[in-house]
């Protein structure tokens, strides 16, 4: 009941309908992707800039990660190279949004529905206040948040 509770009032704080807790957020990446229906032959596109983990969610599909620039003042991923990073074979837009930084989820939003993509962000460094969401925040198909021990909101011992 604690974790269902836990779920709820989070998800309310940060503007979302629902949510699932789960043991790590490289799994909620994982199960983000298969949720989308990533497989094999299928690729996503994150950014150049981010840690192993994105791609290792795209791997753990039997997918194949493409590296999109970063932008030079956010180090975000950038959505003109997203766009020209695009092929038949991509299936989703893996952002992360870096250190406390959302990323450009508007115009990522834009692409993706362009594209026909799903969109997910990587929102383990970032969690803003409930009452200062930028407009765009929504703007993601699913979003994973982290609260490991060096995150925004730790949980757990250290």
């Known amino acids: 009941p604690w974790v269902e509770e836990f779920e709820n009032q989070f998800c309310r704080r940060m503007g979302h309908d629902f949510g699932i807790a789960m043991n790590s957020a490289t799994s909620g990446l994982h199960a983000s992707l298969l949720a989308c229906g990533v497989g094999s032959g299928d690729e996503v596109i994150s950014p150049g800039l981010t840690v192993v983990m994105d791609a290792y969610a795209t791997l753990f599909c039997n997918a194949t990660p493409i590296f999109a620039d970063v932008e030079k003042d956010s180090w975000n991923i950038d959505p003109e190279s997203v766009r020209r990073k695009i092929t038949p074979k991509t299936k989703a837009v893996l952002a992360v949004s870096w250190l406390g930084l959302p990323s450009n989820l508007g115009e990522l939003r834009k692409i993706c529905d362009e594209f026909g993509l799903y969109l997910i ?29 060096k995150k925004h909101m730790p949980t757990g011992y250290n």
Do not use: G, H
Not at 125 to 146: G, H, K, Q, Y
């Open 121 to 149: 962000d990587d929102s383990a460094e970032t969690m803003p206040e409930s009452d200062c969401l930028p407009p765009d925040w929504n703007a993601p198909d699913i979003r994973v948040f982290s609260f490991e021990s």
